[in-house]
């Protein structure tokens, strides 16, 4: 063919090339895992985990190669709520959650079971394993674990049965919210009760969150049924309740109770430590003056410790010196807090100066000593997360 | 130390009017959409000098004192990651910076109110020149 054919032919077919289909750049997924995980804006991240999220499979290499690099730790909750709360249900990605579920040092375990508990129905060859790993997490001792493997539980119509209750408020109502959601009606009792919670530890408001959490799951469900129209305002507490308790029991059928406030106790705390382990599970522990120690987010339980012991661990804790960095809190931490001298600090885990993790073994041995030896094993289980190596 | 800097941060406040308290369950108080109207209870607080509490929380991990950071209605991001309207992001005067306090704090500020986005991606709902932050 001469030059001068090949130019009419090159001139006739090239406006023919604009009609072939168009594609897309096939995307960068390594480069959006990186903008998942480091981009400044938290607006960035978030938006580059729903991307990554609503790929599936696709992203899944880029993710493990991320994670081979990096550290599965480095990965933010943001890209893991993301994929969790996505709909994708590929072999790869149903993998990827198992393997981060069933890792009990990775902080977003919990997240990733909720993952599988939300595809579970969606998945009915891999249900018994699936209802095999729910039921390996019923009683964890981190609490959203806890309440995701009996959601998952639930979704495959196979409840958590022989457990215990769950003694936890948080997981109480995250459990109903999240079957609510998942357009299960659950007893709703424990959302009622929430909506009068007041309840603070070591001044964080959890029971005002919680009866949030409960307002907010009753006003989607009951949708037109709510007492309120649109934008309209309860005048106060006690007829809003009212309000919901009826609608609730008009739309459900069940048998539902107005709510007992759930206020503080009336004891001055003088100070405490919480700790919020998704590996260990959560701790609280507040105190009076006197050495009277509560434990538990409701401070249920009660022990009171020798005055002189007391006196001793008061005094070693009023010189615990809590300076030279606590390192870099990304999800678990441990939470110290007391009045006498302004105490309030929140440490990583591998970060408790040396000091300190002394002084909550001596408060350890002293909790065994005053007859709860099995309080005193959890509490050092607890804080062996936080001491230096 | 942070005491310090908390003191300077409220000497260095502009005259404030009586700011306006508003919470979490005003600010996600509704279903956030990209692109819809936001409701006008949430408008009304635009350019209003607000104040607000909750935890704070860095933007990008760290421990380095901070002169922007987050404050979000719950401490541990174990309970799910907070949407656009369940975050303020915040900016302290130009040059000063504080550490991240633990616990709840309350944000004093000129709030604004509306979606700022950066290639294309809303990155920010509420922000609040944070004058005082106790």
């Known amino acids: ?389 | 130390m942070i005491l310090r800097s908390a003191l300077l941060l409220a000497l260095a406040a502009l005259p404030l009017g009586d700011p306006i308290k508003t919470s979490f369950s005003v600010l996600a108080g509704y279903t956030y959409e990209e692109g819809k109207a936001l409701p006008k209870e949430i408008t009304n607080l635009d350019e209003q000098v607000v104040s607000i509490s909750g935890f704070m929380m860095r933007e990008t991990p760290g421990s380095n004192p901070v002169n922007q950071f987050l404050i979000i209605n719950e401490a541990c991001g174990c309970n799910g990651t907070p949407k656009l309207n369940e975050v303020v992001f915040c900016t302290l005067p130009e040059g000063q910076t504080m550490e991240i306090k633990p616990g709840i704090v309350s944000v004093t500020g000129k709030f604004y109110v509306g979606e700022v986005k950066e290639e294309g991606v809303v990155v920010m709902l509420y922000q609040i020149d944070a004058d005082v932050v106790q």
């Open chain 1, 1 to 389: 063919m001469k030059p001068l054919h090949v130019l009419c032919l090159l001139a006739v077919t090239s406006p023919l090339l604009a009609l072939l289909p168009q594609q897309d750049p096939p995307t960068n997924w390594a480069v959006e895992v990186e903008r998942a995980c480091t981009a400044q804006r938290y607006g960035m991240r978030l938006a580059a985990g729903k991307k990554i999220a609503a790929a599936g499979a696709a992203a899944v290499p880029a993710l493990r190669a991320h994670e081979r690099v990096v550290g599965r730790n480095q990965l933010p909750a943001t890209l893991l709520e993301a994929i969790a709360d996505a709909t994708p249900c590929d072999p790869e990605v149903v993998a990827l959650l198992r393997e981060w579920a069933t890792d009990r040092d990775f902080y977003w375990r919990a997240t990733a079971l909720r993952g599988l508990a939300r595809r579970a129905p969606k998945l009915p060859e891999s249900a018994d394993a699936l209802r095999a790993l729910f039921a390996d997490h019923v009683a964890d001792p981190a609490w959203l674990c806890r309440v995701h493997a009996r959601l998952g539980l639930e979704l495959l119509g196979t409840p958590a049965a022989d457990q215990p209750a769950e003694t936890d408020a948080r997981a109480v109502v995250k459990l109903a919210v999240l079957l609510l959601q998942a357009g299960r009606v659950p007893p709703l009792q424990p959302l009622l009760d929430a909506l009068d919670d007041e309840r603070t530890v070591l001044a964080d408001p959890f029971g005002p969150r919680l009866a949030r959490e409960a307002f907010d799951a009753l006003k989607a469900w009951l949708g037109a049924d709510h007492p309120l129209a649109s934008g309209e305002a309860f005048t106060d507490r006690g007829s809003g309740v009212q309000a919901l308790l009826e609608a609730a029991r008009r739309k459900s059928g069940q048998t539902l109770q107005r709510p007992v406030p759930r206020r503080d106790p009336a004891v001055p705390f003088a100070g405490g430590f919480e700790i919020l382990s998704c590996r260990n599970g959560d701790q609280f522990v507040c105190w009076t003056e006197a050495g009277e120690l509560h434990f538990g987010l409701d401070g249920a339980v009660r022990v009171a410790l020798d005055a002189a012991v007391w006196q001793r661990l008061s005094a070693a804790r009023a010189a615990l010196d809590w300076s030279g960095g606590l390192g870099a809190v990304v999800c678990d931490n441990l939470r110290v807090r007391w009045a006498a001298g302004e105490v309030h600090h929140k440490v990583a885990p591998g970060a408790l100066p040396a000091g300190a993790a002394a002084w909550f073994e001596d408060l350890a041995a002293a909790v065994a000593a005053a007859g709860r030896a099995d309080l005193a094993a959890v509490l050092r289980v607890g804080i062996g997360q936080f001491r230096r190596p």
